[in-house]
């Protein structure tokens, strides 16, 4: 979710909304910003997760996170004026479900996308492009006549 002035409780509250039904994950890796205060570390305690906490001005000990915000950034939000928060939300979720997971290849996946795509043959038609974001990116396929 977004929220212009998240707060503890708000932020234990997307937490517990991410992970329903004791599918909570074991660890939360996470940084000393004081958005984690007490409220925050009590739900996340009640979903049996341990919290463990990178070093001050250390961000590569997240650089999983890292990498994601930054190509979200650079393949996404740097290349619009947004709005309002629902613009945003419009935005990420085209991102996301129509570009991120289904036509951009990540190199940890082999090249492959979180979604895997069939290998088209010659045969399925012409090659034609669908445009994401308003063209920014681009889904190609094979398209029968």
């Known amino acids: 979710n977004v929220t212009k002035s998240p707060t503890a409780f708000w932020t234990g509250q997307q937490i517990i909304e991410a992970f329903p039904w004791?599918?909570?994950?074991?660890?939360?890796?996470?940084?000393?910003?004081?958005?984690?205060g007490n409220e925050f570390t009590?739900?996340?305690?009640?979903?049996?997760?341990?919290?463990?906490?990178?070093?001050?001005?250390?961000?590569?000990?997240?650089?999983y996170?890292?990498?994601?915000?930054?190509?979200?950034?650079?393949e996404c939000t740097d290349h619009f004026i947004?709005?309002?928060?629902?613009?945003?939300?419009?935005?990420?979720?085209?991102?996301?479900?129509?570009?991120?997971?289904?036509?951009?290849?990540?190199?940890?996946?082999?090249?492959?996308?979180?979604a895997p795509r069939d290998v088209e043959p010659l045969a399925a038609g012409n090659v034609v492009d669908l445009p994401i974001l308003g063209g920014l990116h681009h889904r190609y396929f094979r398209h029968a006549a």
């Open 22 to 36: 004791d599918t909570a994950p074991t660890y939360l890796l996470r940084d000393n910003d004081s958005i984690y």
């Open 42 to 63: 009590k739900q996340v305690n009640a979903t049996g997760t341990k919290q463990v906490k990178t070093s001050f001005r250390s961000p590569w000990q997240n650089a």
């Open 65 to 74: 996170c890292k990498r994601v915000i930054g190509s979200i950034r650079r």
């Open 82 to 114: 947004v709005i309002n928060e629902m613009h945003l939300r419009r935005i990420l979720r085209e991102y996301v479900d129509g570009y991120y997971n289904i036509s951009r290849t990540h190199l940890s996946l082999g090249k492959d996308c979180p």
